[in-house]
């Protein structure tokens, strides 16, 4: 699942919390143009290996396509 952490009525972690508590597997990659404190998005989702589960807007198609793929391996 990729979601951006800062939307409207619900954000990215909100929706992370909600989807991994129908399927614990789903694999989950936050996007935003903002900074991100890594530790919250920690909490929320254990399996962040590093920093490997978020990506810092703008991005190119094949950048985002590299990361995707990176965090399914």
Do not use: H, Q
């Amino acid at each position: 699942m990729l979601t951006d952490i800062n939307m409207p009525y619900m954000n990215g972690f909100e929706i992370c919390k909600k989807i991994l508590e129908l399927d614990a597997n789903i694999r989950v990659c936050f996007i935003s143009s903002a900074d991100v404190d890594i530790e919250a998005l920690r909490e929320v989702y254990p399996k962040a290996r590093n920093t490997g589960c978020f990506i810092k807007k703008p991005v190119t198609i094949n950048y985002l396509a590299k990361r995707l793929n990176a965090n399914l391996d």
